[in-house]
């Protein structure tokens, strides 16, 4: 079975600048999840989707959006791109029901604001 | 909120040392709890996994974590380190809320072992 696969790797943008970013889950997979890892603060949930509605939401600003689509696939969107929002940002889909089962990791997008 | 705490944030050992990594939570009610493993340069994978049951659960790769409910805590544990285990290890906890579950992970743990 294939795993989770996240696009693009690696992507430079500059401040006030828009991004979106896709993961791919595991096939049957229908519950995505996304986090943004940075050193100083781990993972930190951002929100999660399952059947196209998004399910959970951390404490992140209005700025961080995302999508499903039918066929599972996500896009995460972030707008007006501020320093702070560099990190590795990654997707994660579950078996489950829900992100309460174990999560299945994408390699991640490196975001790095300029 | 929920919060889960990693006590070491980076941790350096020699080969054949024992290893315990603290993890502690602060969610009052049912969790299910994760460790996580990030080796240098791959996706993070799931080491372990406890839902219910037995509180000393085993992973892979010799290893393990028990869960004490009373401390809030999921302690993960190896008897004897290889230099193959140095990697970040994450722990992640996940309660039931408004009908799904809430994932919250720790800052992470760095884990070098010297051959």
């Known amino acids: 079975k294939a795993g989770v696969t996240q696009t693009p790797r690696y992507l430079i943008k500059t401040r006030g600048q828009q991004v979106t970013l896709s993961c791919s889950p595991i096939?049957?997979?229908?519950?995505v999840s996304w986090y943004q890892q940075t050193p100083g603060q781990g993972l930190q949930f951002l929100f999660e989707?399952?059947?196209?509605?998004?399910?959970n939401k951390g404490n992140f600003p209005g700025r961080f959006s995302g999508r499903q689509f039918s066929n599972s696939r996500s896009e995460m969107n972030v707008s007006t791109l501020e320093l702070g929002d560099s990190a590795l940002y990654l997707c994660?889909?579950?078996?489950?029901?829900?992100?309460?089962?174990?999560?299945?990791f994408g390699p991640g997008t490196r975001l790095t604001v300029t | 909120a929920q919060s889960v705490s990693q006590h070491n944030h980076h941790v350096i050992l020699s080969e054949a040392a024992s290893l315990e990594l603290g993890c502690n939570y602060s969610?009052?009610?049912?969790?299910?709890l994760f460790w996580y493993v990030q080796y240098p340069g791959q996706h993070l994978q799931l080491l372990l996994k406890?839902?219910?049951?037995?509180?000393l659960v085993k992973g892979i790769k010799g290893f393990e974590a028990e869960f004490i409910k009373s401390k809030f805590s999921f302690n993960l544990r190896k008897p004897s380190v290889q230099w193959s285990d140095t990697a970040e290890y994450f722990c992640?906890?996940?309660?039931?809320?408004?009908?799904?579950?809430?994932?919250?992970f720790g800052r992470g743990t760095s884990l070098i072992v010297h051959p």
């Open positions: 096939s049957g997979h229908r519950s």
């Open positions: 969610y009052g009610g049912t969790v299910n």
């Open positions: 406890y839902f219910s049951g037995d509180p």
């Open positions: 989707y399952f059947s196209e509605t998004q399910r």
């Open positions: 992640a906890v996940t309660h039931h809320s408004g009908g799904s579950y809430i994932p919250t």
């Open positions: 994660a889909s579950s078996g489950g029901q829900t992100a309460g089962y174990e999560q299945y």
